[in-house]
């Protein structure tokens, strides 16, 4: 459950316990899509690079290997020896991204496998059922990702539905809880809030699912395309509804200029593919900026990727090597640089973290926020 | 330099002395073919699957990032961070067998980049000077690789071109050890016995190149398409005549069986990329033969790989969650599938030193020769 340590502005500092273990927060989630990190990074790996929680894809699992196989090997916990808290996503945002034919109806989504092409069926109970054997620590609740820009009637009707099939998720999420051959009897549920980028719609959604008590509120939706701009707005309109004694996650969000702003907004959760998208294309962030190793200027720089570093790539390699490597297209190339960027992503959290238990924060974000994300000069 | 230990038969347990360590044999060398190991494995993990030795392919740094840019970064162990021995072989297997478009004269070989179709030379002196360049403990003389099969006449002809290539790498590899700025002065020299399938050119060749007294012999130009067993006789030929105090290489080879069976023929040392390529498809080693992970039987087995094996795999993780990610075509799978495969090379080098180390070497030949290349049942 959540604790609220203490505040600086909207930013808050806490502390989520689960049965997998505490993530202080605000906190960064590290992307294992299905059930392994991009990149060739295991669960071991991911205490080398400060990890706190896994998040791992409920489609992706679903159509393969399956997820009452993975049930029957004892969960992902046991499946993937990470022994953390696993945040599982609801399914939804992958059926509504990835599927090419899709129906959306009351009772749930009809879509094709992406893989086989065969007829699968996902609404709010399947989600639930499908997390519970995967026995996330998180699951996360079922909802429709509307398309950006939506028009206000249909984001209106949709808004609804997510909020009736967040009720059925919760009493899925019960019944399954309970039963007795449960892999995680503790898994808790998160609720996520709609509204695509009408303040009206986010509030008003808002406020009926924090009557629900569930255990955490996500904001998706967003960083879907809209300006940044928007989505900073849209987060600071629906912040002062969301439950203060809950934890709040934004969804897929973002750069580290994003998760400053967020946390400036009281966000205190975060996940994003972006640390090991960026890698494969040999993007690299340090604190100050993006350094991209295709650039010639780097192909006898013996240096490391940043010298504040105390990453294990940059503790033992030079930015001439992982440029060599990404230009030859090596797998460790991939496994070095995505290590580098997770790094990257966690401990910039542990610094915020530090910042707003030393009250400078705002001195932090002043000094970083326009930093990180511009491309670095030397 | 090569001491042998002691014999069991023909087989032979010794240790080789290089500036960059001491190399028990019979030993494994592990392909890192761009300076980097296939499926994301650092210098680091070498040491976690006990490697001895890294090999590097000459041709590939020669043509991506360059040579002379790797002796500015000063040379390959600072490139990759291994401080063990590395050999770099001689560039000549890959000019004859990646280009599409060669001209062999008496200097040299003219053929294509296979990456930007520029024109290349190499010769004798080319290929000592970009090993020299590339630091490696121990260069191989360049020589030519006839394809298989080959008719008597051209065998050789091209025979006695690769000893005249191998004198006039010795003197260029000496010049060049010599040189105030060379990276490693004390870098070896291996020449490369060939003859193809004919045991007299076979034996010939050994005879003329042993005079020249280098630091190492290797038998080239086997495991080219020939049948297992005239290999095998090859390599019985030729041995008796290849100098008793000097360590000898058996050029890409092979399965644990025919590295066994090498091992009893007087062979000290082997490399292969075999490790690295059969776990891009799922093919495991094990020391009871072999498992592929494809097989849908093995999708609810939570059993390590090898209940036997102390690898950073096997100590981890069940053979569901490597079909898992092997199916998925996760990078994973290709990483810890290359780590167990190695370490299982590695560690059966161990086992055959200490057989050889305790005289039962015939007895532990005997146990694995017919087991270790078959299908594990299990």
């Known amino acids: 459950m959540y604790q609220l340590i203490k505040k600086c502005g909207d930013a808050r500092l806490g502390e989520f316990t689960t049965v997998h273990g505490t993530v202080k927060t605000p906190g960064f989630m590290n992307v294992a899509t299905v059930a392994a990190i991009k990149g060739g990074l295991s669960a071991l790996d991911l ?20 997820d009452e196989k993975i049930k029957e090997l004892g969960g992902l916990h046991a499946f993937t020896r990470w022994d953390g808290p696993i945040l599982t996503d ?9 599927a090419s034919i899709r129906n959306i109806k009351e009772e749930g989504v009809v879509f094709q496998s992406h893989i086989d092409g065969r007829r699968i ?54 019944r399954l809880n309970a039963l007795r051959d449960t892999v995680n009897p503790h898994q808790l549920l998160f609720g996520i809030n709609q509204g695509c980028t009408y303040n009206d719609l986010r509030i008003k959604h808002m406020e009926e699912i924090a009557k629900l008590d569930l255990d955490g509120y996500a904001i998706g939706g967003l960083a879907v395309g809209e300006p940044t701009e928007e989505m900073y707005r849209v987060i600071s309109a629906v912040e002062p509804y969301m439950p203060k004694n809950k934890i709040r996650y934004l969804m897929g969000v973002g750069t580290p200029g994003n ?3 967020s946390v400036k907004r009281g966000v205190d959760l975060f996940d994003c593919v972006m640390p090991s998208r960026n890698a494969r294309h040999g993007h690299l962030f340090t604190r100050k900026g993006v350094i991209n190793l295709n650039n010639a ?48 992503y966690n401990t910039l959290m542990e610094d915020i973290r530090a910042a707003l238990e030393n009250d400078t924060f705002e001195d932090f974000y002043t000094r970083n926020v326009n930093l990180l994300d511009r491309r670095r000069t030397d």
């Open 47 to 66: 205490k080398d690079v400060r990890c706190q929680v896994m998040l791992c894809n409920t489609y992706h699992l679903h159509v393969r290997t399956g």
């Open 90 to 98: 609801s399914g939804g945002f992958q059926v509504f991204s990835l």
């Open 121 to 174: 069926f996902m609404g709010p109970e399947e989600s639930m059922r499908i997390q519970s054997n995967l026995g996330s620590t998180i699951a996360m609740a079922f909802d429709e990702c509307v398309e950006n820009p939506a028009k206000y009637d249909y984001a209106k009707l949709s808004c609804e539905r997510t909020t009736r099939w967040l009720i059925r998720c919760k009493e899925e999420h019960e």
């Open 259 to 261: 998760i400053l702003e």
């Open 297 to 344: 200027k780097y192909e006898l720089d013996t240096r490391p990727v940043d010298e504040s570093c105390g990453c294990p790539v940059c503790r033992n390699f030079s930015r001439a090597y992982l440029r060599h490597l990404t230009k030859a297209k090596e797998v460790l190339a991939l496994r070095l640089c995505v290590m580098h960027n997770l790094w990257f």
